[in-house]
T-cell receptor, first 111, second 113 residues
Framework: AQSVSQHNHHVILSEAASLELGCNYSYGGTVNLFWYVQYPGQHLQLLLKYFSGDPLVKGIKGFEAEFIKSKFSFNLRKPSVQWSDTAEYFCAVNRDDKIIFGKGTRLHILP | KAGVTQTPRYLIKTRGQQVTLSCSPISGHRSVSWYQQTPGQGLQFLFEYFSETQRNKGNFPGRFSGRQFSNSRSEMNVSTLELGDSALYLC????????????FGQGTRLTVV
């Protein structure tokens, strides 16, 4: 079945550590890719998106993601996390006029 | 520009009842999607409406239905509620279906007892 897979369900890091959250999708052809973030008690917000062009995209708050077409991956990275990055992160694919989400990764940053 | 507005924010219903949730998209947005968010299943796509027509539907039973009005506002209805329907229901709007992101509301927290 076509899907979006996030490898880690729960990640715990210390402040200043580097972050990489994995995301793979199984859709062929052209896709639009997103990472959304949900801070505690807040609504989903867009972190970054990829539609075309440079496969390395930069988003808000120092996040970036790399689209690797051959690996069907769109991993999220941040070189140095902060306590305020504690949130749930969702990878998503826009395909055939609907956005399909991964199950999310809960990120907990220790101060 | 006002964001996506969902009402009510919280709802408690008993098994067997029905419920209607409302979503007002960002002004000018014609696409509205609904999602169910639960701790175990994450965000699951319910359906998407564009210009009053349902264009996409997820794998939910027929108890889940929706509609969109001419002003793009949307409602979703769940009939014969079950305990497992307890979840956060999110609405998202977008101006186009491709090359734009979806903007989400705060959600409606439905608890079925």
């Amino acid at each position: 079945a076509q899907s979006v897979s996030q490898h880690n369900h729960h990640v715990i890091l210390s402040e200043a550590a580097s972050l990489e959250l994995g995301c793979n999708y199984s859709y062929g052809g052209t896709v639009n890719l997103f990472w959304y973030v949900q801070y505690p008690g807040q609504h989903l917000q867009l972190l970054l998106k990829y539609f075309s062009g440079d496969p390395l995209v930069k988003g808000i708050k120092g996040f970036e993601a790399e689209f690797i077409k051959s690996k069907f991956s769109f991993n999220l990275r941040k070189p140095s996390v902060q306590w305020s990055d504690t949130a749930e992160y969702f990878c998503a694919v826009n395909r055939d006029d609907k956005i399909i989400f991964g199950k999310g990764t809960r990120l907990h940053i220790l101060p | 520009k006002a964001g996506v507005t969902q009402t009510p924010r919280y709802l408690i219903k008993t098994r067997g009842q029905q419920v209607t949730l409302s979503c007002s998209p960002i002004s000018g947005h014609r696409s509205v999607s609904w999602y169910q968010q639960t701790p175990g299943q994450g965000l699951q796509f319910l359906f998407e409406y564009f210009s009053e027509t349902q264009r996409n539907k997820g794998n939910f039973p027929g108890r889940f239905s929706g509609r969109q009005f001419s002003n793009s506002r949307s409602e979703m209805n769940v009939s014969t509620l079950e305990l497992g329907d307890s979840a956060l229901y999110l609405c998202a709007s977008s101006s186009l279906t491709t090359n734009t992101e979806a903007f989400f509301g705060q959600g409606t927290r439905l608890t079925v007892v």
